[in-house]
């Protein structure tokens, strides 16, 4: 028999102020995920808008709590794009509270496992992996100007020189904050995992810093350990003005009677885990 088991690291890094969140739902709710599965997902505040860290966690939160309103009889897939709607909505309302209508966001990366099969929302630059057999694949691209310009090079309009040194390359094009999301980045399929299969969702302050190979000697851990290995190296590397880190990962293996009943007693309440 397969389980999922969950791990997840996040640190302040060099900012002034935590603006990552993330959050599991409840992995004991039996119930719930014989229709909905198990859910994880990270945000990373947007810091060049106004109020990155309630960005954040309005979209962790409402994303989580309208996933687990999924009724029995709507799919997966529905209840992930109705979550992520109601979402931004959450965030787009935030930012009229706060007087910063336009001017608050954040990136959200959303994944499920649902009987075997990965499901994933993402919006921004937090990024989706899938390690498998020693082999790390990254599944949603970003919503950043690094895709114009990659479009203006195919073109012959600049050169790859201009587009990788271009000053605005990663600025953010989507977010979750915006009064309609232009687009979405989605599987149109669910994927069958396998075995030892381990899902990474990570925030800029983790990928940003290390290496594939970095990742890969990491994710190579049990979830938990995982985890906390790839905030541990990601802050050895002494970056200045480190950003903040999460990593959350599901993992997909052979059930382990004392690894799940450990894994149950930790996360069953709350549901809604923070960082700190």
């Known amino acids: 028999m397969m389980e999922v088991v969950p791990g997840n690291a996040s640190h302040i890094g060099q900012r002034q102020q935590q603006q990552d969140a993330f959050a599991f739902s409840d992995f004991a709710d039996a119930e719930f995920v014989a229709h909905g599965g198990y859910l994880a997902v990270v945000a990373d505040g947007i810091g060049g808008l106004l109020n990155g860290a309630q960005a954040a966690n309005i979209a962790v939160t409402e994303m989580v709590s309208r996933y687990l309103a999924k009724s029995t009889v709507h799919a997966v897939d529905h209840a992930l794009d109705q979550a992520l709607d109601m979402a931004n909505q959450a965030v787009l309302d935030a930012g009229h509270w706060y007087n ?27 990024h989706l992996y899938l390690y498998r057999d020693g082999r790390l694949s990254q599944l949603n691209a970003d919503h950043n ?27 953010l094009e989507y977010y979750l904050g915006l009064p309609y999301l232009p687009e979405v980045e989605r599987n149109s399929n669910p994927l069958l995992l396998q075995a030892n299969d381990r899902v990474l969702l990570c925030s800029d302050g983790i990928d940003g810093v290390l290496s594939a190979d970095e990742v890969i000697a990491c994710l190579a851990e049990m979830p938990m350990r995982a985890a906390q290995r790839l905030v541990d190296a990601a802050l050895e590397k002494q970056q200045a003005g480190q950003d903040n880190l999460t990593a959350v990962i ?20 709350p549901w809604l885990i923070f960082s700190a």
């Open 100 to 126: 910063s209508f336009r001017e608050m966001g954040t990136t959200l990366v959303a994944a499920v496992i649902h009987q075997g099969h990965l499901y994933w929302r993402a919006v921004g630059d937090s």
């Open 250 to 269: 599901l993992g997909y293996q052979v059930q382990d009677v004392a690894v799940s009943k450990k894994s149950k007693r930790k996360f069953k309440n």
């Open 145 to 171: 100007f690094a895709r114009q310009l990659q479009a203006q090079v195919n073109e012959g309009l600049i050169s790859q020189d201009q587009a990788d040194n271009h000053p605005h390359r990663l600025a």
